[in-house]
DNA sequence: CGCTCAATGCAAGTGAGTTTGCATCTAGCG
DNA sequence: CGCTAGATGCAAACTCACTTGCATTGAGCG
């Protein structure tokens, strides 16, 4: 994309304001091709001159220039013309391009697997517990990290489970009536995933599963939030981890008191190691 | 089209000039939207006046506002923007959908952002490095290690940089030339990342980051990968992942026989595990 | 054949959008 | 702590696209 492309080459010119418009430019390419400079300014508070400085520092003559610029590059890269043939004749060579599609299509569906009233049950039992534990395996390892550091913004206690049986084992011994579990599994069901299951069940542990086709297990978890991947050979975690992040908004929309506090809390600590 | 329901309803006051002038706004309507009254006569050899007077004729005050109604009408119906639709009439309540939301309109204009031609290039250097080193901070330390998984599959050795100065410091030091740095780093720029690089760069290896805004970084990497990310408040490692994903499909295609080979080895390996 | 009306080109006038000099403010630095 | 350089807002000046009255042309019609 022309913009960005100029970023890169001019880009050490530009100031805070300057970035601020680039932003504006880059997420709404189609409609800022038609702005004039005080429409692109006015949302941000801005004077219109600083569209006129931000094209100057980008190497044009004034404002109208870039939006040309702008207009000319959507028109031949990004038009709608180019997008309905992507759309219809898959792209053989552009496995970037082929992949956002699947990726987007899995993830539009994404509302019609998981209701938002699971979301908010969960969610209220997470606000709950004393003590989340994360189980996942694998790849999926990744997924409980990315938990366990937003649950750890909002100053809620974690604990990853991944690795091998004895490191598990060790690591729920601690497990107490009113924890949590919530374990990610993916296409396939890790051995551990049952033992886990059975320990934090009978350890008056509340039970959830985050995963794609596993809706049958034993035993059962309390709470399932099951959303199929998109492509067929290559499995991303785009789908579970926007059911986890969606997860994550929705405990700080129901706790917004201890949430937005232990960010507060966060950013005063990090004065401190600011010193 | 609205071009042609103003001609449907109002046509039998044009005249044969007009005509002419419609035909090309129905012809060519993406340009035409972003046309002066000038540029759209002179082609035709038609004095500027004539779309005026068109204009007018068909039931509008000037030709600025025919086009207005171009513009609306082409945004609305072929142009991109259908999803900012879905983004006016906002769920106050499920934040899922409005999450989702956000994350389709993000990552569809992925392409427009990242070529595949850049992947092409960057995954070409990573088959050919000897060593992939892998630098991130905070939230993007689950994105490193995505890619650390994934390369570690395909038989390709790699070490993840993170944490503290003096553990980036050991881990650096066993870096050569040819060996490749990859860096993922958003909104602000970690403080240990510009020692990084240049030590990466001044010992010889090749230097890339994957980022939403950070353009301008001194030294600057020899490839950046940037693409903005949904969503104003939270903002998650949905594109960004979805370019380390593309990644690491484009090193496939690249090196099948290596990646493919890599996984039937390890397909060996984890059946002597599990006798 | 000449009259009338509508269409079109021309060019001056108008107004909206853009630029730019100036003043103010902030951050970095000695 | 004061100084300097750069960034930003403001407002006047300016540019340029658009409109409109007028003149010309051509077609239709008596």
Redesign the interface.
Known sequence: ?LI?QL??AR??R?TATD?RLV?VL??????A??WYAAELTEPLGLHQSAATRMAQRLGFDGYPQLRDAL?QDY?A?????Q?VRGLLER?P?????G??DD??AA??A??QH???AE?DDLAAQIVAAGHVYLFAQ??A??LA??LA?RLRRFGMRSTVLTGADRELAERLSALQPGDLLLACAFRRVPSALAPVLEIAASGGAFTALITDTLLTLSPQPDVILAAPRGGDD?L???VP???A??LV??IA?QAPEQSIGSLDHLGALLERFAR
């Open positions: 994309m960005t970023v890169k880009g050490d530009l970035r932003a880059q997420a709404q390419p189609a409609e091709a038609f207009r028109l890269g990004d038009g709608p013309s997008r792209h060579d552009d496995v970037l391009r992949f956002v990726e987007v993830l539009s994404l509302p998981v209701a938002q979301l694998g790849n390892a990744v990290d990315l550091r290559y991303s975690l785009t981890m926007a059911i992040n969606a908004l929705t929309r």
